[in-house]
Structure formats: C-alpha cells, structure tokens
C-alpha cells in the first residue's frame, strides 16, 4: 500500500531535549516536506527537499533541522524543542507537486 | 504564488451540493489550482486538480472560468463524512506551497 509514514504519532517532552520525528515513503517519490499545523494559523511549511541531498528552507524554518540522506526517509530533528514548538506535524511527498501525500501527523507537546 | 481567499466556513444540509469558491486574483499563467480535504487531525488529502474549464472525478468537479481568477469545488449530495476543511491551493508545481486557513464545511443532519 502506498503510504507515508511517521513516527512517534505522539510525543511529550521537555524543553530542550533533542528528538527526531521520522517520515518515510514507499512510493519512490522524489519531492519530500514537512509541515506544521497550529489552531488559527492552518498548515504551514517547515522545510522541503526536492531530492536526495537537497533541502531548503519553507516559511517557518527556525527550530528545526532536516536531511534526506535517502530518497525514502526525512526526518525532522528538534536540537533544542521549546514549548512554542507545540503542535502537530504533518509529512508529506509527492511525485508531481503540488499533488502531495501526506502522513498521519505526529502530535508534538514540549513542556 | 499567488494568494488564494475563501471563506472562513459553511453549513450545508446531508444530500445537497456545496459549491465552495476560491478567488485568486494573481493567479500565473503555469499555475495549477488544486483542493485538498482535510479531517481533524488527519493529514490533507488531494481531491481535484484543474488548469481550466471543468474538471470532475468521482468525489467532485472543479469548475474554472476562462478568466483563471476564481475556481469552484462543488461537492454532490454531501453527507455527514463530508465534514471537514477544504482547502484551495494555486500554484505552478512549486514545492513552496501555501495552504491558508481553508474553508470549513459542517454538513448537517
């Protein structure tokens, strides 16, 4: 089944405690993307990669840090969360944008 | 990319069209409009893509004036499951895409 996939779906931490949320696609898709989603604010772009070692920056880049070492997996790290970095998180890849695929979402609570 | 604007959120009864317009002035000759549907807290899903004039598939239709400035997702006989955020989105294939805050549709009984 094609899919994107993240994980955990659901985290609690506290400030400043490094974590990485996992995303991987099984569909050979080259363009990859993380967003976030915040009540009021609707879903905003993080970071994206259109390929294996080619990432930039989306409009809310501050805080987070990406690598797409594979072309299957980009993980979104947190080197020091803070509590505004509260919120859900969604993956996303797409063979042929702006048709993307997103993931189930991961649950972020930093305290 | 162009600036898409919808409105904040409609009402509609089980078993009647929704007509839902999305206005994008600015819109780019190579540009693309697109609507997704999202669930709460679930991941968008894509629904409809069109350049212009009409588009349909088996969940809905598209429909784009010769103009470009304006699109309009019409959903048939929604029910229930039908409540959720639908989304416009315009853009040339570029990976910075803008989703905005959407339009929340509630179908009641």
């Known amino acids: 089944e094609a899919q994107v996939t993240q994980n955990p779906r659901y985290l609690i931490t506290v400030t400043g405690k490094k974590l990485t949320v996992t995303c991987s696609q099984n569909?050979?898709?080259?363009?990859m993307s993380w967003y976030r989603q915040d009540p009021g604010l609707g879903l905003r772009q993080i970071y994206y990669?259109?390929?294996?070692?080619?990432?930039d920056k989306g409009d809310v880049p501050e805080g987070y840090k990406v690598s797409r070492k594979e072309k299957r997996n980009f993980p979104l790290i947190l080197e020091s969360p803070s509590p505004n970095q509260t919120s859900l998180y969604f993956c996303?890849?797409?063979?042929?944008?702006?048709?993307?695929?997103f993931g189930p979402g991961t649950r972020l609570t930093v305290l | 990319l162009a600036k898409t604007t919808q409105p904040i959120s409609m009402d509609s009864y089980e078993g009647q069209e929704v007509n839902i317009t999305c206005s994008h002035n600015?819109?780019?000759?190579?540009?693309?409009i697109t609507w997704y549907q999202q669930f709460p807290s679930q991941g968008p899903r894509f629904i409809i893509q069109?350049?212009?004039t009409k588009v349909t598939n088996e969940v809905a239709s598209l429909f784009i004036p010769a103009d470009r400035k304006s699109s309009t997702l019409s959903l048939p006989r929604v029910s229930l499951s039908d409540t959720a955020v639908y989304y416009c989105l315009v853009a040339e294939g570029s990976y910075q895409l803008t989703f905005g805050k959407g339009t929340k549709l509630s179908v009641i009984p």
């Open positions: 569909m050979n898709h080259e363009y």
């Open positions: 600015n819109i780019a000759t190579n540009d693309y």
């Open positions: 990669s259109m390929n294996v070692e080619v990432t």
């Open positions: 069109g350049y212009k």
């Open positions: 996303a890849s797409s063979g042929r944008a702006p048709t993307q695929y």
